[in-house]
């Protein structure tokens, strides 16, 4: 099955400074990729995805990226404000049927990300 | 407006009882998924369905079981529970891939906080 690796876990930036989350995956199947947002004591809510036939993806301040030969992803955040603070996950998975990896999603381990004012 | 409900939110259990989680959504999507999270170890697959009939396996399903009982309702089960359960319950719905791509855009429940003591 997939696995799904995460880093920083931790990482603090100054307001308006900019924030790179960093995932690998290891099922080269994977062709879906969300990333989610998980407010303190909240439930996680999608902010972005990307599908393998991109390699970026925007969206005003996140960007995401995707490097299949490597088979990395990356969330960007530019200009980060305090209410960026929060948990972010990666997840992957093969979104067509055939494979052990599909219709379900992945995790990464989580990144708390902490926007200082 | 909650479209995937869970509940309960909170919950305190003795070590060896039975409790049922229970979760019933309103999106109209077929799959339903299970996850617990737990700090450094993101979110861990127990158990999904892609519709009524269909009950799956995920990472980490020893010591639980599910129901699927309606397309809207999938029940969670701690049939002895033990002190390492103790964590934040998901329940996650989505959609079926849609033409021309997939959309796995999850929608999370609130989360049950469970303590097994």
Redesign the interface.
């Known amino acids: 099955g997939e696995n799904v690796e995460q880093h920083p876990s931790t990482l603090s930036v100054q307001e308006g400074d900019s924030a790179v989350i960093k995932c690998t995956y290891s099922d080269s199947a994977s062709n879906y990729f969300p990333w989610y947002k998980q407010e303190l004591g909240k439930r996680p809510q999608l902010i972005i995805d990307i599908r393998s036939n991109v390699g970026e993806k925007k969206d005003q301040r996140i960007a995401v990226t995707l490097n299949k030969t490597a088979k990395h992803f990356s969330l960007h955040i530019t200009e980060t404000q305090p209410e960026d603070s929060a948990v972010y996950f990666c997840a992957a998975t093969q979104a067509n049927a055939g494979g052990t990896s599909y219709g379900k999603l992945t995790f990464g381990q989580g990144t708390i990300l902490t926007v200082h004012p | 407006d909650a479209d995937v409900t869970q509940t309960p939110r909170n919950r305190i259990t003795k070590t060896g009882k039975r409790i049922m989680l229970e979760c019933s959504q309103t999106k109209g999507h077929d ?1 339903m ?1 299970w ?1 617990r999270q737990d700090p ?6 127990i158990y ?1 369905s ?1 519709d009524v009939k269909d009950i ?1 396996k ?2 980490i399903s020893d010591g639980y079981s599910v129901s699927r009982q309606a397309q809207a309702k999938f029940s969670l089960s701690l049939e002895s529970a033990i002190p390492n359960q103790t964590a934040l319950y ?1 329940c996650a719905t989505s959609d079926h ?1 849609g033409t021309g ?6 929608t ?4 049950t906080r469970l303590t097994v003591v």
Do not use: K
């Open positions: 799959r998924y996850y450094g170890l993101g979110l861990r697959l999904y892609f799956n995920g990472e998901f891939p791509g997939m959309n796995y855009g999850y999370f429940g609130s989360g």
